[in-house]
């Protein structure tokens, strides 16, 4: 039973990151109808960039922070130089996600060039240790989850309560109705894979925080955790990317401390393969994302 | 063969749902053999669903479909094509990357190459038939006034080209029930009257069709028999200048 | 046998079976439009084969490595059970296809097979040796009594032969009136299906015969290195291949003959080329990664259609 409180714990910290990185990836497709699988490379960049201010002494959470907005730059620049005119031109949705995987591949191996094959630390990081209900945490991982619940919060907030948000679940469900209400859909893309880049920067510096050691594995290991939580809810649907990080993060580590420890990757995989199969739009998934998944 | 007299489809208490309505709720109506049976009904009446149904691109929730008298509910697309229920698209499904000839060759039914003696056996098992298929395809090509455009890409025809490639290819498919989604949009009036003159040939020659359209003008010149849909329903069956004077499909088009 | 010599076996080994895979992707993904980014597990699939029919079982042969098989089969038989496995590997990868969802959903489910199947490789221990992979004691050695220069010339042999099986098989796919089918799938399956194609069948047929492809790859490839570990398929393998793909021309097997000419040979061998910059260990191959993915993007975006693009054969227009 102890064994059973002290997973569910693990599996929430986990799941917190992989909440914060599916909610970043299912928005990314929400918005431009892409599999952005770059999105983990990204992650590393973000992973990297909290490396070097952290062995500059800057303290890891403004490290996450500055990060975050690195990464946002990036892949807003990546999305209207690269992304939007290859959609624009009408190619195929799976020639773009070979250009995503190939520019994953070239910005992982460029970070190796630059940084090392080595395995990175970001040092002690913990802080002192928390018991919760019987649950194990560590004061970094309780940070992380509570920055994970307000990052949602202010997502949910901001798409919800303001204009903005409007005009992004107006752009994500019908682009062309949204330009035709005057909307700026080209502007409000950019603002969402701002955000959403955002997200995956201070996700892959959250990733590094709560790990030993890392290399320039980590996001393409993390993405498909990310990917499973986020087609689990709903692709396209932040809120069901949230409830899909922690369903996947706790079963990942149920499945660790009950069998082989090996088999914390395969439970993802297998949730991503089953949900595809048998229910590709998600427990939450919203009718115009559906349509799209389709042939 | 049972029912080779009678209709050669049969529509039974039909229901689908889509997108969270009832898209059908229960249609039933049968299609004349030998005619041009038109499909109408205002915009979100059900019709192109009804139509995906019968053609066996969407599964039924509930109902019956029943062609020559044969129960063919819930048959895939390329189950019933084989049965000689061939369908063409709204918007014009062409092979782009093939040539316009081979876009018809494609379609020729029970193809000696497609088989597993035929990738053994080679050019000397499937050559005769294919030039037989070549023939047929240059001659409807010809009929079609597209011989010139044979060996061009589909992906670069014009709009009018491509959906009169479509045609050609269900043609090609010998067919015994055409089902055909509003075949005439988009095409230059010539083009329509063209298409329209062939319908009539076809169903003359025992080709049977089922029409879905727009255009009530259209409707009353080749259809023998129409069927009116709106909200899921089947609200009249009959020929198009009885219906036209009957209330409630004059309503239905008002409101619908 | 000089270094160059040697090193020119070596090349042309890569290419002979770097062609069959790509012959056998181009034939998945270029002619039939299956977007299977796991196509790596087939070689995968073919090499673990060939190594588990070829070696004698765990215990006799020492027992310093754990497997399931060991049947100590001749080459051709562990050849022919690397093509079987290739074949039944790639059909299982295509039922995950078979969903009616977006292409690109179905190639990240294909890929997520691929790492699935890595994965459970690497973990299950006894299955194949796990992380550590196998290796082929003694190793195949044809023509034995003669000189190792001649051996090494005649597996060449032995590749050149099976390329050219390979290639008069695949053409029985691409060409004829099954070729044709085949695009139409590819080019749009549901008016395929309109017309009377069946596609679960036709698509898992041809994931068994790109499979088939890819196992014999595999199987020759690992019969010439003596060893396979699960670091040699990693998903990236794919890429390459892919990349070769699309350069040389989708649809194109001449074109894709080409393209793995350019993009394995010149390309990945090229790299290894450049002076030594740094004293770091990997370099070239990682800078190797970096110009694939660049050449990748590059002719998605200037020229996707490939050197050599598909070309449909002329029935002669005029009346």
Not at chain 1, 240 to 253: F, K, P, Q, R, T
Not at chain 3, 297 to 314: C, H, T, Y
């Amino acid at each position: 039973m102890q064994l059973l409180i002290e997973a569910i714990g693990f599996g929430i910290a986990s799941g917190a990151v992989i909440a914060l990185g599916a909610v970043g990836f299912s928005v990314q497709f929400g918005m431009s109808n892409v599999l952005n699988i770059t999105y983990g490379a990204l992650m590393t960049l973000g992973a990297y960039i909290g490396l070097f201010l952290i062995d500059r002494g800057i303290s890891a959470w403004v490290a996450l922070a500055i990060s975050g907005i690195v990464v946002g730059v990036v892949s807003v620049a990546f999305n209207r130089g690269l992304l939007a005119p290859l959609v624009k031109r009408g190619t195929r949705a799976f020639a773009i996600v070979i250009v995503t995987v190939s520019a994953g591949v070239v910005l992982q191996y460029v970070i190796v060039v630059f940084a090392g094959a080595d395995a990175k630390s970001y040092g002690e990081q913990s802080g002192q240790t928390f018991h919760l209900l019987g649950m194990v945490l560590t004061a970094s991982e309780v940070n992380i989850i509570v920055l994970a619940a307000v990052l949602m919060l202010g997502l949910h907030l901001l798409l919800t309560r303001t204009t903005l948000g409007r005009a992004m679940r107006a752009t994500a469900s019908n682009r062309i109705l949204a330009q035709s209400c005057g909307i700026a859909t080209d502007r409000i893309s950019d603002i969402a894979w701002m955000l959403s880049g955002m997200l995956c920067g201070a996700a892959g510096v959250a990733l590094a925080i709560t790990t030993v050691s890392f290399d320039f594995s980590l996001g393409a290991v993390f993405l498909i955790p990310m990917i499973a939580a986020a087609v689990l809810g709903g692709i396209g649907q932040p809120y069901g990317a949230m409830v899909g990080g922690l369903v996947v993060g706790i079963a990942s580590e149920l499945a660790a401390a009950f069998t082989n420890p090996a088999y914390r990757e395969v439970v993802a995989f297998g949730i991503l393969i089953v949900m595809l199969l048998v229910r590709p739009h998600g427990l939450f998934g919203a009718a115009w994302a559906t349509r799209r998944l389709m042939a | 063969m049972s029912g080779a007299r009678g209709p050669i489809l049969e529509v039974e208490d039909l229901v689908k749902h889509y997108g969270g309505v009832r898209a059908v709720d229960g249609i039933s109506f049968s299609v004349e053999r030998g005619a041009i049976t038109g499909l109408i009904g205002p915009n979100g009446a059900g019709k192109s669903t009804a139509l995906n149904v019968i053609g066996g691109f969407l599964p039924p929730d509930s109902g019956r479909v029943l062609l020559d008298g044969e129960d063919v509910t819930g048959e895939p697309m390329h189950r019933l094509a084989r049965r000689g229920v061939v369908r063409t698209f709204q918007m014009a499904r062409v092979f782009g990357g093939l040539t316009t000839i081979e876009n018809l060759l494609v379609a020729a039914p029970a193809q000696r190459g497609e088989t597993a003696m035929g990738l053994v056996g080679g050019k000397r098992f499937w050559g005769g038939q294919e030039t037989e298929h070549l023939e047929r395809a240059k001659e409807m090509l010809s009929a079609f006034g597209m011989r010139d455009k044979a060996d061009e890409q589909a992906r670069n025809l014009s709009g009018g080209q491509k959906r009169a490639v479509e045609t050609m290819r269900a043609l090609m498919a010998r067919p015994k029930l055409l089902l055909l989604d509003e075949p005439m949009a988009g095409l230059s009036p010539s083009l329509s009257k063209q298409l329209e003159d062939l319908f009539l040939e076809l169903a003359h020659d025992g080709l049977s069709l089922l029409l879905v359209e727009h255009s009530l003008d259209t409707v009353e010149r080749l259809c023998s028999k129409v069927v009116v849909m709106a909200q899921g329903r089947v609200l009249a069956e009959g020929r198009m200048s009885e219906l036209r004077t009957r209330r409630e499909v004059q309503d239905a088009y008002v409101i619908g | 046998m000089g270094a160059w010599e040697f090193y020119l076996i070596v090349l042309l080994v890569y290419l002979g079976t770097d062609l069959l895979a790509a012959w056998g992707l181009n034939l998945e993904f270029g002619v039939t439009g299956v977007a299977n980014l796991g196509y790596i597990v087939t070689i995968a699939a073919g090499a673990y084969a060939y190594v588990i029919c070829t070696l004698d079982s765990p215990a006799s042969a020492g027992g310093f490595q754990q497997y399931v098989g060991g049947f100590g089969l001749p080459f051709p038989i562990a050849l022919a059970g690397g093509v079987v496995a290739g074949s039944v590997v790639g059909v299982l990868i295509g039922i995950t296809g078979l969903k009616r969802l977006r292409q690109d959903y179905q190639a990240i489910a294909m890929l997520v097979v691929s790492l699935m199947a890595a994965t459970v490789v690497t973990a299950d221990t006894p299955f194949l040796n796990g992380n550590a992979g196998l290796v082929i004691l003694p190793q195949f050695a044809p023509l034995s009594d003669q000189d190792p220069e001649l051996q090494r010339w005649v597996y060449v042999g032995i590749v050149a032969v099976c390329c050219v099986a390979g290639y008069l098989v695949l053409r029985r796919f691409t060409t004829g009136p099954i070729g044709r089918t085949l695009r139409a799938v590819r080019d749009d399956e549901y008016a395929a299906a309109a017309i009377g194609k069946n596609i679960v069948v036709l698509r898992l047929v041809v994931q068994a015969a790109g499979g088939a492809l890819g196992g014999l790859s595999g199987a020759l490839l690992v019969g010439f290195i003596g060893g396979w570990s699960p670091g040699a398929w990693a998903y990236v393998e794919t890429l390459a291949l892919l990349t070769a793909v699309i350069v040389g021309g989708m649809g194109n097997d001449r074109g894709v003959s080409i393209g793995t000419f350019v993009i394995a040979i010149l390309l990945l061998q090229g790299v290894q080329f450049l002076p030594q910059i740094s004293s770091r260990l990997g370099l070239k191959e990682d800078l190797g990664w970096i110009v694939l993915g660049t050449v990748t993007i590059l002719f998605i975006w200037f020229r996707p259609q490939g050197i050599l693009p598909e070309r449909r054969p002329k029935y002669g227009a005029s009346p």
